[in-house]
DNA sequence: ATGGCAGAAGCATTCTGA
């Protein structure tokens, strides 16, 4: 079971290249941040044709997050549904569209874009840290301690020095500071495993370059795209790699895809996909 | 320290992103 998250940075703008990446690397989920679409001009159809369900929660101009399943789609979450908090603070929080969950085929999907913050000093990390709080507790009263969960997004937040690509330069700054990174271990409770680290220990692997300075020739970069896995899936994990090639398009996103291998049998009698044939990474 | 690049809105230029 092949499962993805790529901030697309618009799916209008992007629509060829995600649709000839889906065809050529038949992923069963993807998950996609920052479609700056809202969902009555979300480009459905394109994704439908190729045998696939959607589900999004989208906006005009800015954020946008969508799910795109072979597998059937149930239990749909658009943006926080947290109850153990003033509604009122939940609405805060909904008005940018940056969450959308689900269950398919016996997993729990939650595709996140995190603020990115701006600067320490700003109201917009002030935001992006209570967003997280947030999602804490959000997660808190999704997560069930027996569930199968893939919890993946743009979290933009590098988790450590190694996922930067001058961290003498960084290391302390928006999206690599203590703050953030106590937030994001927060909600993330020691639950899950960052997926790309089971199999790449060492610093220089990039999912994001900075579309200013010539950022990707020169591949100085971030690892802020991550697909965090729940502990009880680890043995069930058999790859997780990044696309950069997509980051190398004609006009691309300045995210590249992320990508696992979760070896999960199909739980589903109307699977979308007649094609037998398993794709192998 | 500043600005570089890109997308959306909307028609010149601003806002936002990371």
Redesign the pocket.
């Known amino acids: 079971m092949l499962i993805a998250t790529w901030?697309v940075?618009?799916?209008?703008?992007?629509l060829s290249q995600i649709t000839n990446w889906i065809k050529d690397v038949n992923p069963d989920i993807l998950c996609l941040?920052?479609t700056?679409?809202?969902d009555e001009?979300f480009p459905l159809s394109y994704f439908e044709e190729l045998g696939y369900e959607v589900i999004i929660n989208g906006q005009?101009?800015?954020?946008g997050v969508a799910i795109i399943s072979k597998f059937k789609i149930e239990n749909v979450n658009k943006g926080f549904t947290n109850e153990n908090v003033e509604e009122i603070i939940s609405i805060k929080f909904n008005e940018?569209k940056r969450l959308i969950s689900a269950d398919i085929n016996g997993l729990k999907i939650i595709n996140v874009?995190?603020?990115?913050?701006?600067?320490l000093d700003s109201d917009?990390f002030d935001y992006k840290i209570k967003w997280l709080n947030h999602l804490s507790s959000f997660l808190d009263e999704q997560i069930g301690e027996d569930d199968l969960v893939c919890f993946l997004g743009?979290f933009?937040i590098a988790p450590k020095e190694i996922d930067i690509h001058s961290p003498q330069k960084y290391e302390g700054g928006?999206?690599a500071s203590k703050m953030e990174r106590e937030a994001l271990n927060n909600v993330l409770k020691g639950r899950f495993i960052d997926s790309f680290r089971i199999f790449e220990k060492d610093s220089g692997h990039w999912s994001?370059w900075?579309?200013?300075?010539?950022a990707y020739e020169l591949n100085k970069g971030?690892r802020?795209d991550h697909i965090y896995i729940s502990k009880n899936l680890s043995s069930k994990l058999k790859s997780c790699v990044i696309e950069r090639n997509q980051r190398e398009n004609l006009?691309?996103?300045?995210?590249a895809p992320v990508l696992i291998n979760l070896e999960i049998e199909n739980q589903n009698e109307d699977y979308l996909d007649d094609d037998d044939d398993l794709f192998e990474i």
């Not at 940075?9 to 992007?14: D, G, P």
């Not at 874009?113 to 600067?119: E, K, L």
């Open positions: 901030n940075n618009s799916v209008r703008t992007r941040q920052e700056k679409v809202v001009a005009k101009s800015y954020n940018q874009y995190v603020p990115n913050g701006s600067s917009k743009d933009n928006i999206m994001w900075d579309y200013r300075n010539n971030w802020i006009q691309p996103s300045d995210h």
